[in-house]
């Protein structure tokens, strides 16, 4: 055993403050002398901190290096009240004034205006974590902002790309993944709902206390909190990491056309590396696979937004060389916001005649095999009708058209240079998926192809709260026996009862 590691989480232990190299301003510099600033360092990072104290100085504000008595003004970001009163109470300075305690939206704002700007209820940090009690009166002097209780469903829930709560997170999807390789499906669902709700909340977690009134966190999540608040590690997911079924998984996995089925013959075969896989003449491997194998090192290390963009120029000239009114949204992580994707992916959809739709994908294949754009595609056709229920299985494949492909982007289709091409390399194979739906469903198909697991909390939250049956195509009411139509998500949400979420805080 590993003698245990003081976590850099733990509130009992003292951070060093570093100030860098920031030059305090000279006196006759500061105009506004009663007002004296203090630029919490915790979650904003050096640099930004310096930045800021820099501009806020240049326009005549004092902004302290050191917290002290005379700091009147404390601003922070991305910090909760609770945080920066825990973290006041680390430092061995108190201080005695009470300051105010405000977001650098206040800072940002005096900074513009040239002069300090009147503190309002948006400006001053939240005290107290009661997500039930909208009146909860905490230990500061202004009055604490309502917060609402977290709900069970990620489709209730903002979840943007900001995780406070990464520590906790990575630790659960591994333990989640480590299930799902295993086919233990419950505890599977345990974890990523546990690492779904972490994902969401606006603090970072630091005291077990703080956990109190968060839903999706059983008796079994909250010992790995604690141990991970403790340790700084989980004893459990150390021992995944270094799980052999687990790392053969990860490896096999990663492979293009490899799921849990291959993964689990080759473990049991006694395979290991992807070489040895590779090499042993008796194993057969699908086009699919082959594909997998011949264009791995490009496939695994992720796509840019920047190839995205790229792709996505291209996915457009080609569709809309056949069908000119047809629209192409780009969906899947990268409609979240997300910077980086396995894949790119896009839907299509037409509101011209059904025929010429249904021989879209095929041209658009054809085409690019003769330029020479195409590694690999799988076209697969669609089996959609109209008056299907919609499917009750949270994670049901859909019926729509769609292909499975590998793109071969070339680099002068790049604007900028990107850091992960070599030099001489000339393109780069990019898996992409599109899917063509009816124009009708479009809203559906968005929805459902914008994807993370909000997309399946919809679902959930549908059929348990609503008597609604929702997937990619379509949404059924099953009280009033009625399918209801949409031209936008807004529409499906508001059919839902639900505020509407947008796409880049659907990251649950
Ligand atoms: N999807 C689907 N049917 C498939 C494959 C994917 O409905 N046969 C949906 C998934 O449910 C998901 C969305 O398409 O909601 C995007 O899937 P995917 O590309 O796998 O995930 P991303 O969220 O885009 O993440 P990444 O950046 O890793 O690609
Ligand atoms: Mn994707
Ligand atoms: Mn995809």
Request: contains cysteine.
């Amino acid at each position: 055993m590993d003698p245990p590691r003081t976590s850099h989480l733990s509130p009992r232990k003292k951070r060093p403050r570093q100030m860098g190299a920031l030059m305090a301003s000279s006196p006759q510099d500061i105009k506004f002398q009663d007002l004296v600033v203090f630029i919490l360092e915790k979650k904003m990072g050096t640099s930004r901190r310096a930045f800021l104290t820099e501009l806020a100085r240049r326009k005549g504000f004092r902004v302290e290096n050191e917290l002290s008595d005379s700091v009147t003004h404390i601003v922070a970001e991305n910090n909760s009240g609770s945080d920066v009163l825990e973290w006041l109470q680390v430092q061995k300075i108190q201080a005695s004034s009470q300051p105010e305690l405000l977001d650098v939206s206040w800072l940002i704002e005096c900074i513009g205006a040239g002069k300090p700007v009147e503190m309002t209820g948006k400006h001053q940090l939240v005290v107290g974590r009661d997500y039930s009690d909208s009146t909860n009166p905490g230990p500061l002097k202004t009055p604490p902002i309502a917060v609402q209780k977290i709900s069970q469903y990620a489709c209730q829930r903002r979840t943007t790309l900001n995780n406070f709560n990464q520590i906790f997170t990575d630790a659960f999807d591994i333990l989640a993944e480590n299930c799902e390789f295993r086919e233990n499906e419950d505890s599977c669902l345990t974890f990523m709902r546990a690492a779904s709700v972490l994902k969401s909340l606006p603090f970072t977690i630091i005291s077990m206390k703080d956990t109190e009134g968060i839903p999706c966190l059983g008796s079994k999540v909250k010992g790995i909190i604690e141990e991970i608040i403790e340790d700084g590690e989980s004893s459990e997911v150390k021992s995944v990491l270094n799980d052999e079924r687990y790392q053969s998984f990860k490896l096999f996995t990663s492979v293009f056309g490899v799921g849990l089925k291959t993964s689990e013959k080759w473990f049991r075969m006694g395979f290991r590396t992807l070489s040895k896989v590779r090499s042993e003449k008796s194993l057969t491997f699908t086009r699919m696979q082959r594909a997998g194998f011949l264009y791995y090192e490009d496939l695994v290390s992720c796509v840019t937004r920047a190839e995205a963009e790229a792709v996505s120029v291209l996915v457009k000239e080609a569709v809309w060389a056949f069908l000119p009114d047809a629209f192409v949204t780009m969906t899947g992580g990268f409609r979240r916001g997300k910077k980086m994707g396995h894949d790119v992916d896009f839907l299509i959809t037409s509101p011209g005649s059904t025929e010429d739709e249904e021989q879209l994908l095929q041209k658009v294949m054809n085409l690019w095999e003769k330029k020479g754009l195409l590694l690999y595609y799988d076209l697969v056709e669609s089996t959609f009708e109209k008056l299907r229920l919609p499917s009750r299985k949270v994670d049901a494949l859909d019926h729509f058209q769609k292909c499975f492909l590998i793109f071969k982007l070339p680099r002068q289709r790049l604007d900028s240079d990107q850091p992960s091409w070599q030099e001489g390399k000339t393109w780069k194979a990019i898996r992409v998926d599109l899917v063509m739906c009816p124009y009708e469903r479009r809203a559906f198909a968005l929805l459902g192809w914008t994807g993370s697991r909000f997309e399946r909390d919809l679902r959930r939250y549908a059929t348990h709260e609503r008597k609604m049956i929702l997937d990619n195509h379509a949404l059924y009411d099953k009280t009033k026996r009625m399918f209801l139509k949409a031209e936008s998500e807004e529409e499906i949400f508001a059919h839902l009862g639900l505020d509407y979420i947008e796409p880049w805080e659907r990251n649950a």
